[in-house]
């Protein structure tokens, strides 16, 4: 049997082999690239990365320099600056919570920093900075809360908080020490500079920390500047104050300030003249280049500018004749006070003004506590207090009737016959009634005529009367009086260079039956219903003085620049004076009134008001005030029994030929039938230590009862 040979089929060729080779090539290449790769890093540019690895970025600290300071107008410093020794601190960029309180820790052994009022929330951030006891607190916390650590962080730390301020260990004085200087530190923002110590450094801490530098990174020794005040603290209501670098910057201003350049630690004025040319007395801080290495500490710092020193402000203000004012202001109201007519009374306030250029004097208050009886320095009343000033303001009254026509430099004689509205009290002058049968506007003014100053507001309103039956008056009467009273700044604000002035107060102009109060209206014409503040009544004063110039009164002369020194150093710019209106009265118009307030001091007829001040030679002019007005006992409470007081007041300018000088008193809310003058015993002595302090001569002709301004 043949048997036939079934041939195998041939099996397919493997691509095995091939798919090998093809991956170790691609390993191969992947290899190649990646020694590549490395040459080129580490042999062609090794040196290169290397030193990318290692730079620094460099970044300009700012630091802060002394303030400028402020003089007199005769030189002599009000405030000056206190170079005390400092710790301060430098936060690096990335520096944790772990490495600030082992820094503190390490200065601690240096320095006592003063004790402040810890919270248990400082205490608490002192305790977790740790990472031992951070993590010993987090296995306190329930499974929740632990997870918080990767979904919600600032959660996270809440919890740690709230559980270790349940938890807080006891601290002793000297354990708290390092605490106190952690909150300094944690507090500050990256490479800012911050004090840990600023006052009360003693030569031992410079000495220990100055040599411990190099393990405190960030620590260094610097240089702080304090407010010192060589006259005392007697103008400080002037100047104002600055704040701490412990305060920083005010909140109420924050925004503005961080947009204008400050840290939240820098010092900046905070009232009055400090915060009004804050400006001019901050100076430029100094600039130093620092270098962030690449562990976030800073390797290399160098001073590019050294800062300049805030300018000067030289003040218009003789601080030998403000604290005369100052010393007749205490005086006098003590005289008060011990009198006992002075237990509801706000106090005594003074000023004085050049009329000639708007120059502030002087400046002066002295407030009273009603409840405490307490009196405290207040010279910003002056412009942020308003009163009820009386017959002070009638010049303006009649200036204000001839500008309307109403009565004319030669033609102004006027019944004075009191007026009966139906209803009211008969209106009339302090004298009796019958005194007089007319008076002209100057005889009114001297002996303070009520009746006048209201015959010149019913003839501006039109009046039609008839006595005890009905008056009625132009609608828009207060409307017309507050016009002409405007005009002399009487009821708006002066302009001075300080902040916080007021307007004072307007009555009402309608009564509670929605008609004129036709009352009233009289009762403005002769001061005893606006309230005004004592700087208006200073501008008002003045503008007579000076033949109708509506000055803007200013407390700062010039700004100088300050000298290596700490010496003032050239003038850098200087106040100008301002004429702001030009007041609408002719030259004839204004003599008649100067003529009535040299009769108020010099004239001969029995009721003349002023002639305790004809003493004074060179003679002077002006226009006594006596209002009567109401206040009560508690001053916060509305419903305290209200008490009927007077309130005194004065204006008036020397010498009244050339004048050189022009003042405003108040002494509001005297009680008793007729207090005394105090308001003239103020004035007498303001004039008196002003001739005498500016070499005022004498006028050998001078005579106490001359009929007309020399002149």
Same mark, same amino acid.
């Given at each position: 049997?043949?048997?036939?040979?079934?041939?195998?089929?041939?099996?397919?060729?493997?691509?095995?082999?091939?798919?090998?080779?093809?991956?170790?090539?691609?390993?191969?290449?992947?290899?190649?690239?990646?020694?590549?790769?490395?040459?080129?890093?580490?042999?062609?540019?090794?040196?290169?990365?290397?030193?990318?690895?290692?730079?620094?970025?460099?970044?300009?600290?700012?630091?802060?320099?002394?303030?400028?300071?402020?003089?007199?107008?005769?030189?002599?410093?009000?405030?000056?600056?206190?170079?005390?020794?400092?710790?301060?601190?430098?936060?690096?960029?990335?520096?944790?919570?772990?490495?600030?309180?082992?820094?503190?820790?390490?200065?601690?052994?240096?320095?006592?920093?003063?004790?402040?009022?810890?919270?248990?929330?400082?205490?608490?951030?002192?305790?977790?900075?740790?990472?031992?006891?951070?993590?010993?607190?987090?296995?306190?916390?329930?499974?929740?809360?632990?997870?918080?650590?990767?979904?919600?962080?600032?959660?996270?730390?809440?919890?740690?908080?709230?559980?270790?301020?349940?938890?807080?260990?006891?601290?002793?004085?000297?354990?708290?020490?390092?605490?106190?200087?952690?909150?300094?530190?944690?507090?500050?923002?990256?490479?800012?500079?911050?004090?840990?110590?600023?006052?009360?450094?003693?030569?031992?801490?410079?000495?220990?920390?100055?040599?411990?530098?190099?393990?405190?990174?960030?620590?260094?020794?610097?240089?702080?500047?304090?407010?010192?005040?060589?006259?005392?603290?007697?103008?400080?209501?002037?100047?104002?104050?600055?704040?701490?670098?412990?305060?920083?910057?005010?909140?109420?201003?924050?925004?503005?300030?961080?947009?204008?350049?400050?840290?939240?630690?820098?010092?900046?004025?905070?009232?009055?003249?400090?915060?009004?040319?804050?400006?001019?007395?901050?100076?430029?801080?100094?600039?130093?280049?620092?270098?962030?290495?690449?562990?976030?500490?800073?390797?290399?710092?160098?001073?590019?500018?050294?800062?300049?020193?805030?300018?000067?402000?030289?003040?218009?203000?003789?601080?030998?004749?403000?604290?005369?004012?100052?010393?007749?202001?205490?005086?006098?109201?003590?005289?008060?006070?011990?009198?006992?007519?002075?237990?509801?009374?706000?106090?005594?306030?003074?000023?004085?003004?050049?009329?000639?250029?708007?120059?502030?004097?002087?400046?002066?208050?002295?407030?009273?506590?009603?409840?405490?009886?307490?009196?405290?320095?207040?010279?910003?009343?002056?412009?942020?207090?308003?009163?009820?000033?009386?017959?002070?303001?009638?010049?303006?009254?009649?200036?204000?009737?001839?500008?309307?026509?109403?009565?004319?430099?030669?033609?102004?004689?006027?019944?004075?016959?009191?007026?009966?509205?139906?209803?009211?009290?008969?209106?009339?002058?302090?004298?009796?009634?019958?005194?007089?049968?007319?008076?002209?506007?100057?005889?009114?003014?001297?002996?303070?005529?009520?009746?006048?100053?209201?015959?010149?507001?019913?003839?501006?309103?039109?009046?039609?009367?008839?006595?005890?039956?009905?008056?009625?008056?132009?609608?828009?009467?207060?409307?017309?009086?507050?016009?002409?009273?405007?005009?002399?700044?009487?009821?708006?604000?002066?302009?001075?260079?300080?902040? /916080?002035? %007021?307007?004072?107060? $307007?009555?009402? #102009?309608? @009564?509670?039956?929605?008609?004129?109060?036709? !009352?009233? =209206?009289?009762?403005?014409?002769?001061?005893?219903?606006?309230?005004?503040?004592?700087?208006?009544?200073?501008?008002?004063?003045?503008?007579?003085?000076?033949?109708?110039?509506?000055?803007?009164?200013?407390?700062?002369?010039?700004?100088?620049?300050?000298?290596?020194?700490?010496?003032?150093?050239?003038?850098?710019?200087?106040?100008?004076?301002?004429?702001?209106?030009?007041?609408?009265?002719?030259?004839?118009?204004?003599?008649?009134?100067?003529?009535?307030?040299?009769?108020?001091?010099?004239?001969?007829? /029995?009721? %003349?008001?002023?002639? $305790?001040?004809? #003493?004074? @030679?060179?003679?002077?002019?002006?226009?006594? !005030?006596? =209002?009567?007005?109401?206040?009560?006992?508690?001053?916060?409470?509305?419903?305290?029994?209200?008490?009927?007081?007077?309130?005194?007041?004065?204006?008036?300018?020397?010498?009244?030929?050339?004048?050189?000088?022009?003042?405003?008193?108040?002494?509001?809310?005297?009680?008793?039938?007729?207090?005394?003058?105090?308001?003239?015993?103020?004035?007498?002595?303001?004039?008196?230590?002003?001739?005498?302090?500016?070499?005022?001569?004498?006028?050998?002709?001078?005579?106490?009862?001359?009929?007309?301004?020399?002149?």
């Amino acid at each position: 049997m043949k048997y036939i040979r079934t041939p195998r089929p041939k099996r397919p060729k493997s691509h095995l082999p091939f798919r090998l080779n093809l991956l170790f090539f691609v390993v191969f290449l992947m290899f190649a690239a990646l020694v590549g790769q490395l040459a080129y890093l580490q042999i062609l540019n090794g040196s290169r990365l290397t030193a990318e690895v290692d730079r620094t970025d460099k970044t300009v600290i700012k630091g802060n320099v002394p303030r400028g300071l402020v003089f007199d107008s005769k030189g002599r410093a009000l405030v000056t600056n206190k170079a005390n020794s400092a710790i301060t601190y430098t936060r690096s960029v990335g520096i944790t919570s772990a490495q600030m309180k082992a820094l503190a820790q390490t200065l601690a052994k240096y320095i006592t920093v003063p004790s402040t009022s810890l919270t248990p929330r400082d205490f608490a951030d002192y305790y977790l900075a740790s990472d031992a006891n951070s993590q010993a607190v987090t296995k306190k916390l329930s499974k929740a809360d632990q997870a918080l650590s990767t979904s919600d962080s600032s959660e996270f730390y809440k919890k740690q908080v709230a559980y270790v301020q349940k938890h807080l260990p006891t601290y002793t004085k000297a354990q708290q020490q390092p605490i106190e200087i952690f909150k300094v530190m944690s507090g500050s923002t990256q490479l800012s500079t911050v004090y840990i110590k600023a006052e009360g450094v003693t030569e031992k801490e410079v000495a220990e920390v100055g040599e411990h530098l190099t393990s405190m990174p960030g620590v260094n020794l610097g240089t702080d500047w304090q407010r010192e005040y060589p006259n005392g603290d007697s103008m400080t209501s002037i100047i104002g104050r600055v704040s701490s670098e412990k305060s920083g910057l005010p909140a109420e201003n924050l925004s503005s300030y961080l947009a204008n350049g400050y840290a939240r630690n820098d010092r900046v004025g905070t009232s009055y003249l400090e915060n009004a040319y804050e400006n001019v007395l901050k100076g430029s801080k100094s600039q130093t280049q620092v270098e962030i290495g690449s562990k976030n500490q800073i390797v290399n710092s160098v001073q590019q500018f050294k800062g300049q020193q805030g300018a000067n402000l030289n003040l218009t203000i003789d601080s030998a004749y403000q604290a005369k004012v100052e010393a007749t202001l205490t005086k006098v109201f003590d005289q008060a006070r011990a009198a006992g007519v002075a237990n509801v009374s706000d106090g005594a306030y003074a000023v004085a003004m050049d009329p000639n250029s708007g120059r502030i004097l002087a400046l002066a208050g002295r407030q009273q506590n009603i409840k405490t009886h307490t009196v405290t320095n207040d010279a910003l009343g002056v412009i942020n207090r308003s009163f009820v000033m009386g017959s002070a303001v009638k010049g303006a009254t009649v200036l204000g009737a001839m500008q309307d026509g109403v009565i004319t430099p030669t033609d102004n004689y006027l019944p004075d016959t009191p007026i009966y509205l139906p209803g009211t009290p008969v209106k009339k002058s302090v004298y009796p009634v019958g005194t007089f049968g007319s008076l002209d506007a100057a005889s009114a003014l001297e002996v303070s005529s009520n009746i006048y100053m209201m015959r010149l507001a019913m003839k501006e309103g039109h009046a039609k009367y008839v006595p005890n039956d009905y008056m009625s008056l132009d609608s828009n009467i207060f409307t017309t009086m507050r016009k002409y009273f405007t005009e002399f700044g009487l009821g708006q604000k002066t302009g001075i260079d300080l902040p /916080g002035e %007021t307007s004072g107060y $307007a009555g009402p #102009t309608v @009564n509670s039956a929605g008609t004129l109060p036709v !009352g009233s =209206a009289l009762d403005l014409s002769y001061g005893n219903y606006d309230a005004y503040t004592l700087i208006q009544m200073a501008q008002y004063i003045s503008s007579i003085a000076n033949n109708g110039y509506r000055m803007q009164p200013y407390l700062v002369q010039s700004i100088s620049s300050t000298l290596a020194d700490g010496s003032s150093g050239p003038i850098l710019s200087t106040t100008q004076p301002k004429v702001l209106a030009k007041i609408l009265s002719t030259q004839a118009q204004i003599n008649v009134v100067k003529q009535g307030m040299w009769q108020v001091v010099h004239g001969t007829n /029995g009721w %003349t008001t002023a002639t $305790a001040l004809n #003493t004074l @030679n060179p003679g002077v002019a002006g226009k006594t !005030g006596t =209002a009567q007005t109401f206040t009560r006992v508690d001053p916060e409470d509305n419903t305290s029994e209200q008490v009927e007081t007077t309130t005194l007041s004065f204006v008036g300018f020397a010498p009244a030929s050339n004048p050189k000088i022009a003042i405003a008193v108040v002494v509001p809310n005297l009680t008793g039938d007729e207090p005394a003058n105090y308001n003239l015993m103020i004035a007498q002595q303001m004039f008196a230590d002003y001739y005498s302090m500016n070499n005022i001569k004498a006028d050998p002709n001078y005579s106490s009862h001359q009929s007309t301004i020399n002149g």
